[in-house]
């Protein structure tokens, strides 16, 4: 059935892609946007179309999170590709990169053409499946990226693990070039990170849970960025949480290496205070840092050097978390939260909104070479109507998820979204 057309009148318009921020008119026609913006507000009606009175609320591109853990195929239990989808389409982000470590691990063309034709038939939002570095995440073989590219998939990544093997990642890292595939890595040494729950220091000490210093996280990043230079391949920091991390891409960005980095929401929005009394769904990887470590990260989201913001959505079952902390997995749910908790550092004036919006927009849709994040016309209507200034309070009952573990849960905010639009077509309407 074809969706009728849709037009949001007197609408603030933030499109960083075109450098607008503009109360206009949104038009959108057969899936796509025909016209966004103050010029736009002389334009016709379309037949039949829904129109929305837009005053004192604010359209976005539909958000791009670049990196999203579901369970399908063979975790069904802790998130489905249609549960995120739901949960995606309630925080008005529109398009997901899912990343590898499911069962079995989607690392030949076979399972990734599953993940695609699934998220075809139950997906609310659009699905673009990651593939990982080595077979079976195993950090031992190269799966085949030049298949995999072929295919439709978008990058290459290791999910929640680091490859240890520079030999290995530097052969990778030769091939991803060739095919104009970005490699995403999570840096994290096991050995150095040991047995250890939480962000070294202090706190931890007096909590009397081990630490993981901040070299675990630096030492990999620092080698993956001179093998980056070495091979002249489009390399993405998945995570970084320390001020220094920072430093060490922007000096990589100055050099002229194709380099980007993200930031998780929870590394912008929590430090290791908030473990409180051994609360496990603040048990996160990377850790929480310190608070100095979270303002370094909101300053270089501010200035550039931090590249997207995403929301590391990682589901895990009530079992998995209501354990000891040191013995719970690390992870928390983001979808829905994402955009509401970065709004925070726009209404304290940390972050200008425009960058913000930037940040999980444009940005993440050209690291991934995706036609979405914008609302330029020709574009495929993917967008947000969102009140910047809505309350709310982030309770259970609104979580789509199939999983709970908020890092964000009884969180008050300020920025609700309203509806969510994918392919002219509206997939969550805000209720009341």
Not at 20 to 41: F, H, K, R
Not at 141 to 170: Q, S, Y
Not at 356 to 379: N, Q, Y
Request: charge should be negative; glycine fraction near 10%; charged fraction near 25%.
């Amino acid at each position: 059935m074809t969706e009728r057309p849709l037009v949001v009148e007197k609408v603030r318009i933030v499109d960083p892609a075109r450098k607008l921020d503009a109360v206009g008119t949104i038009v959108v026609e057969n899936g796509v946007i025909v016209a966004a913006g103050p010029d736009a507000m002389n334009q016709g009606r379309p037949d039949g179309a829904t129109v929305i009175d837009g005053t004192g609320l604010t359209a976005l591109p539909g958000l791009v999170d670049a990196r999203v853990f579901i369970g399908e195929p063979g975790g069904e239990h802790r998130e489905t590709i249609a549960s995120a989808s739901r949960a995606a389409a309630a925080g008005g982000v529109t398009s997901i990169l899912t990343m590898p470590d499911t069962d079995p691990v989607i690392d030949d063309v076979a399972i990734a053409e599953f993940v695609m034709r699934t998220a075809r038939d139950t997906a609310l939002v659009n699905v673009f499946p990651a593939a990982a570095l080595t077979k079976g995440l195993k950090g031992k073989e190269m799966t085949e990226i030049g298949l995999l590219t072929d295919a439709g998939v978008k990058a290459f990544t290791e999910g929640r693990k680091t490859l240890a093997d520079p030999a290995l990642m530097r052969r990778i890292m030769t091939y991803a070039r060739d095919f104009g595939a970005v490699v995403m890595h999570e840096t994290t040494d096991a050995a150095l990170a040991g047995g250890g729950v939480m962000n070294e220091g202090l706190y931890a000490s007096w909590l009397g849970l081990p630490g993981i210093p901040g070299e675990a996280e630096i030492i990999p990043l620092e080698r993956d960025l001179r093998l980056a230079a070495l091979t002249r391949c489009r390399y993405h920091a998945a995570k970084i949480s320390l001020g220094e991390s920072a430093a060490v891409v922007a000096a990589a960005k100055r050099r002229g290496l194709s380099v980007t980095a993200g930031v998780s929401i929870n590394h912008l929005s929590l430090n290791e205070n908030d473990v409180g009394q051994y609360r496990t769904y603040f048990r996160l990887s990377p850790p929480l840092r310190r608070e100095a470590d979270r303002l370094a990260m909101v300053e270089a989201l501010a200035d550039g050097t931090i590249d997207i913001i995403v929301s590391s959505h990682d589901p895990q079952d009530a079992d998995d978390k209501r354990r000891p902390f040191a013995e719970a997995e690390t992870g928390a749910i983001g979808l829905e939260t994402l955009l509401p908790a970065a709004l925070r550092l726009y209404h304290s004036g940390a972050v200008p909104l425009m960058r913000l919006v930037e940040a999980m927009t444009s940005a993440p849709a050209a690291i991934l070479g995706l036609d979405r994040g914008t609302l330029k016309p020709g574009a495929p209507a993917d967008l947000a109507i969102v009140d910047l200034d809505r309350p709310f309070v982030f309770t259970e009952d609104l979580i789509r998820s199939r999983s709970k573990n908020s890092a964000f849960e009884n969180a008050r905010f300020a920025g609700q979204v309203l509806r969510t639009v994918v392919s002219g077509r509206t997939v969550f309407e805000a209720a009341g």
